[in-house]
Every structure is written in C-alpha cells, then in structure tokens.
C-alpha cells in the first residue's frame, strides 16, 4: 500500500488545472449502455473509480477504451447482470442498473453494502424503478428488476437525508427509454445530475428541467451514440481552494467553475479566504485571518457533504470556534479522530462536530478512512509542521487525479512512497 510522506508549513503558489468530474464521469460512462451505437466521452478523470467504471462496461459486454481522458464505449450487445465482485469494490456501480433496465428491460445488480461513511441504501432508486413498473426482487444480496415494459409515471424520490443523486440518474436514464411521460419530483439538482442529462439529451432522449427538483423525461423508442465533455470537477476544485487557504498560498484554479462552487466559495469568503474569478480562472489566497464560521452539508446548492472533510481542516487552524454539521451521511466524520493527531481540537456531538480552531499542527502519521477524509489529511499535513505521513491513499486515487504531482506543481513537498 502507498502512502504521501508530506513535509508541511510550505504556502502552495501556481496554478492548477481542474479534472473532469468523477461523479459525473460514473453516471455518464453507465448511460453509454443505453445504446448500440458508440459513444465517446472525453475529460474522464482518470482515476481507479473511472477505470474500475470501464470494467464494469466490459464485463457486460461492452468494448471500451480509456485513453488519454476519453473514453470509447461501443455496446453493441450487453448483458444484464453484474456481478458481486464487481459492484462491491465501488458503490457508484450501482447507476449501471438504470441503462440496463432501460435497454434490456432487466437487471441483476448486486447490491452495493454500505461504507465507511453510512449506511447508502438504494431504496429510493428501487422505488424510481418499480414505479416505472419494474418487479422488484432482492435475493441472495441481488437486486433483479424487470419488466415486460416501462411505463413513465409521477416518482417521488425525497428521502430521509433529501433527494438522491444517484438515484435521480438512474431514475431519470431507465426512463429515457420508458413509454410515455416520467416526472421525477424532489430530484437532486446537482451538476451532475444536469451533465447526465445533457449527454442523454445529446443521445436523443428528451429531458427538460434537469437542475430543478421536477425532471420530466419524455421516453423514446432508441437512443443512438453521441459525443460529451464532463464538466470539470468541483469537488477537486473546492480542495484547491481550501489548500490555498489552508496554506497560505496563493493558488490559480483553471478550469473551475465558479457556478457550480457558490456554497464552497461563500463560506471561504466568510473564513477569510478570498476566491476571485481572473477571466476563465479563480484566484484563492487570504484575504485577513483565518475565520470561524459554521457550515451544514446539504444538498445542492448547499454546502456539498464531500466538501465537509476538506472544510474541517481548514477551520482546524482558525482561532474560534466552528460548526460543521452533517446532514447527509450520518458517519462522516472519520477524519475527526485522524486530525486530532496532528493536533486539532475537535469533538462529536450527533451530527455536528465542534472545531475549537486555532492550535497549531504538528505532523503525525495518520490513517486515511475515505476519499474526501484523505483529502482533508493532506491538506492539514501541508498545513502542519513537521512531517505527516497520510496512509492509505488509494482512497485519495478513487478520485483525485494525480493529486500529489498537481501539489507538487504548486510548491508542495509531498511524495508517494511505499507504506511500511
Ligand atoms: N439515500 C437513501 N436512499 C436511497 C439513496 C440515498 O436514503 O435510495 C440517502 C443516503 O443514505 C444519503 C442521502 O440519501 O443519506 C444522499 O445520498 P445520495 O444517494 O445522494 O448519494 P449517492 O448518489 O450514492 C453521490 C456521490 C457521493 C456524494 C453523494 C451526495 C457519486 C458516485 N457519489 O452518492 O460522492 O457524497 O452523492 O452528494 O456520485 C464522493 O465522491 O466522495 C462521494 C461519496
């Protein structure tokens, strides 16, 4: 196992340029199945979470090739059933389930399991699908779906934690191919969700309201093959920004998108962290000291749950005292114990964790729970003074681009080495 050897206290400078979206390339990358014509998707980060994706599409009988951030997919002929081993090592696998219930009709998707970071049912996807008049059976830890034929309907998907992203795309691309109108109510609005529905769009399906909680989707007969750009990754973005600010640096983000990152942006402004946009690109350096401010994760256009790690390193080192609360996973807060080795003070209290901010850190060797809880580790070891070694990261390489060779660019003194 690899982990980074980060020497800290060294204020990141230059610019960066910002990926493709990860959770936009994994709904994507599934909805090429929806058609026997080719597809290429270009801007696919490439990441073990997009490879992993590309697998997938194999495995059920699709060619496909991942080369320099595009990605090739020709589905002719599929299957409809998805193993195990394969849906187990990523829960974004399960948005296969709503292209292959579109075109095949049928699906037998493993069910993904939990995480680290809560429990992630799929109940709400399950109902988007049976509404669409699928039979739904879930044996032997499978999901079987099926039905003679889709019909559009009125599906509310809220659920306890709000809308489902997720399942707001796998509602929304079993439905491009059902007869008749489907109005999906309480969608998630998030920019992956519209990029979904722009390539499905570009594929000639017909949806309109993608973005707004009320998505209709008219179903067509076939889709056909079409070409598509993923939008740039906010969340890589957002993690930018706070290393600027955590650092002290000053950090150019090109690529960005400024409108897709307003929460994100916003509550830096008030920690004092300055974000400007510089024609195409955003600027993010210190505006005065560092800020304690409160932040709730909701959903979007609130203040983004994989955002909320990175946030939490940063109001670690802001004299006060902050709030995080988190409203969407209800164990989010691994990070918590692994940033109180470095030296933050920070406690639990049901779904807030209170930052007494403003202690400096001092390197340690820390252990990497999830993605964006790696993410918040090395952005306080490069706050930090000392040595912090952040174990683990294959998590980090789920969904971060060649993250360490990017922070190097900007001055940071981090390496990959082998954990012993
Ligand atoms: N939920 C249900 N029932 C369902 C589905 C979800 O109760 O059927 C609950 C979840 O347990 C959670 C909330 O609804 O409390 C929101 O979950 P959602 O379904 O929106 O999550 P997801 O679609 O499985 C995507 C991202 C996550 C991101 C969440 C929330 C991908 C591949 N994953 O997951 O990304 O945190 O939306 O924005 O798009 C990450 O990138 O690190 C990551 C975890």
Partial sequence: ??????????????????????????????????????????????????????????????????????????ARKIKGYADYELV??????????????????KARVSLPGGCIIGARPINLHLKGFASLGATIKIEGGYVDAAAKKLVGNSVFLGGRAGPTVLGTANVMMAATLADGVTVIESAACEPE??????FLNAMGAQITGAGSPTITVTGVAKLHGAEHEVIPDRVEAATFLIAAGAT?????????????????????????????????????????????????TLPYAGFPTDVQAQMMSLLALAPGISIITERIFESRFMHVSELARLGADIEIEGPSAIVKGGRALSGAPVMASDLRASAALVIAGMAAKGST?????????????????????LGARIGRIEEK
Avoid: W
């Fill in 248 to 296: 002290d640096g000053e950090v150019t983000l090109k690529g960005a998108r400024a409108d897709h990152l307003r929460a994100v942006i916003d509550k830096l402004n008030e920690a004092g962290v300055a974000v400007e946009r510089a024609g195409a690109h955003l600027v993010a350096r210190r505006r005065t000291r560092l800020k304690p401010v409160d932040v709730t």
């Fill in 88 to 105: 187990r090592k990523m829960r974004g696998s399960i948005c296969i389930a709503g292209p292959l219930l579109g075109r095949l009709h």
């Fill in 1 to 74: 196992m690899e982990s980074f050897l980060i020497k800290g206290g060294v204020p990141l400078h230059g610019e960066v340029t910002i990926s493709g979206s990860k959770n936009a390339a994994l709904p994507i990358l599934a909805a090429t199945l929806l058609t026997d014509e080719p597809c290429v998707i270009r801007r696919v980060p490439d990441l073990s979470d997009t490879r992993f994706m590309v697998k997938i599409l194999e495995s059920l009988g699709a060619t496909a090739r991942f080369a320099d951030g595009t990605v090739k997919v020709h």
């Fill in 389 to 409: 070694q952040v174990n683990r990261i294959y998590h980090l390489d789920r969904g971060y681009e060649r993250m360490d060779l990017k922070l190097q660019k």
């Fill in 193 to 198: 969700v519209v990029d979904l529905a722009v």
